[in-house]
């Protein structure tokens, strides 16, 4: 049965990276037809999407496929949190026992389980695997992930195939900084909080640390500090792959480090704005669907994550990248008073000359006012030099620096560094 799975594992990872390199004409067939097959599953046999639809008069008997995407009525987090816990977004009949799940934290706005099939459990780790092939992983390197709750060892990690070191990311740092050493990863995967504990930790101690080939920032934005760390430390350009629990893994970066690309026979990106998809350099939501989730559907779901669209071909010769940039959570943006908006990325990267992230919060109280938590004392010169930083991109504002101190760490393990009490701007 193990040796069944994993050669169908391997069968659909090829697949998956030949699809990457084809042209539109080439996988559009397939990718409709999957799509398709996802809608008419949905609408006859999970009651969440044939409430949505009819209600917004979606018929799926005239669905032909990706252009007529725009035709079905987008599902928001509040709605599929609230049809999670009323078990509307799982079919009908469908037998638990028989499932695997995984649980969101809460981050995107959705915190609940998540029911997988045995073959989405299959189609979930190839699209994984895809990604880290793409970079040169193969069966002999030996991983360190940092996660907040470890996971098990994969059978074949067990036999000493692709072994995996797995760090817990709420471990006293020591601690950590020993596994990881002790690991020697050729391979080392973590979000942007835990990347920047290691290697000042490995700073710190003065340690000589493992050169890895890949290292990749999943789950948090890869901003312009934990970057500038990694390729310090750790001799290696930081990989940013954006993924969620709900989903998988969706859009990772190439060899070169620029747009952010998208398996055609995996998932569907959209970026949106008012209803209408966001030309090139326009920041919008997200909205994506999952072309094999079949146990707990995903379609048109736009979970308060930005992006920056962009439709231009990447040089490296992959499928055209969809994103230009993932900004962050809509949550997190500022809204100014002439109805620009600054992104998580946009504010963190532009502040790191300042104040190293992390070591503040911004909190937008109105438009044109910010109260700045510095977790440690900042003297004046740097008070002044980080509202001035500020104000840059705010314009004319009342800026109040106190210290405060950090706040609890969070389930996730990821950083806040920006929290607005002003309604975003921007949805789908």
Not at 57 to 71: I, Q
Not at 173 to 187: G, H, R, T, W
Not at 318 to 340: M, N, S, Y
Not at 351 to 361: D, N
Request: aromatic share 6%.
């Amino acid at each position: 049965m193990l040796i069944r799975e994993t050669l169908a594992t391997a069968v659909m990872v090829r697949h998956l990276r030949r699809a990457i390199r084809q042209d539109e004409a080439a996988v559009a067939a397939e990718r409709d037809r999957l799509l398709c097959e996802m809608v008419r599953h949905a609408y006859g046999n999970v009651p969440f999407y044939r409430r949505l639809w009819s209600g917004g008069g979606f018929d799926p008997k005239t669905f032909r496929g990706t252009e007529d995407l725009h035709r079905i009525p987008i599902a928001r987090a509040p709605q599929v949190k609230a049809a999670l816990a009323a078990g509307e977004l799982r079919p009908r009949g469908l037998d638990l026992s028989q499932c695997g799940y995984l649980e969101s934290s809460g981050s995107s706005g959705v915190p609940s389980r998540f029911y997988r099939g045995p073959s989405e459990e299959r189609i979930r780790r190839a699209v994984g695997l895809h990604i880290w092939r793409e970079h040169g992983f193969g069966w002999r390197h030996a991983t360190a992930q940092f996660q907040i709750l470890p996971g098990s060892q994969h059978f074949l990690q067990r036999l000493g195939i692709a072994p995996k070191t797995w760090i817990g990311s709420a471990l006293p740092m020591p601690d950590q900084l020993e596994l990881f050493m002790n690991a020697q990863p050729d391979v080392v995967a973590g979000t942007a909080t835990a990347l920047r504990g290691i290697t000042r930790a490995i700073e710190s101690a003065g340690k000589s640390p493992p050169r890895p080939r890949l290292v990749i920032c999943a789950g948090e934005l890869a901003d312009a500090t934990t970057r500038d760390l990694v390729r310090r430390v750790l001799g290696t350009e930081i990989v940013a792959l954006y993924g969620m629990t709900e989903v998988g893994y969706v859009a990772w970066q190439c060899e070169r480090r620029s747009a952010m690309h998208v398996n055609p026979l995996s998932h569907i990106v959209q970026i949106m704005r008012d209803g209408k998809q966001c030309a090139d350099g326009e920041i919008g939501e997200l909205v994506i669907t999952d072309l094999h989730s079949r146990t707990t559907p995903f379609i048109r779901y736009a979970n308060g994550d930005l992006a920056t669209a962009n439709t231009a071909p990447c040089p490296c010769g992959r499928a055209v990248p969809p994103i230009a940039a993932v900004e962050g959570r809509a949550k997190g943006c500022i809204t100014l008073a002439d109805g620009r908006i600054l992104t998580t990325r946009q504010i963190v990267n532009h502040l790191a000359p300042a104040a190293a992230i992390g070591s503040y919060r911004i909190h937008q109280q109105t438009p044109k006012n910010f109260r700045i938590e510095a977790f440690e004392q900042w003297p004046q010169p740097q008070q002044a030099r980080f509202a001035a930083q500020l104000s840059q991109l705010t314009g004319p504002a009342v800026i109040l620096i106190q210290t405060a101190p950090p706040p609890p760490a969070e389930s996730t393990g990821k950083t806040r560094s920006v929290i607005s009490d002003v309604p975003p701007a921007i949805a789908a």
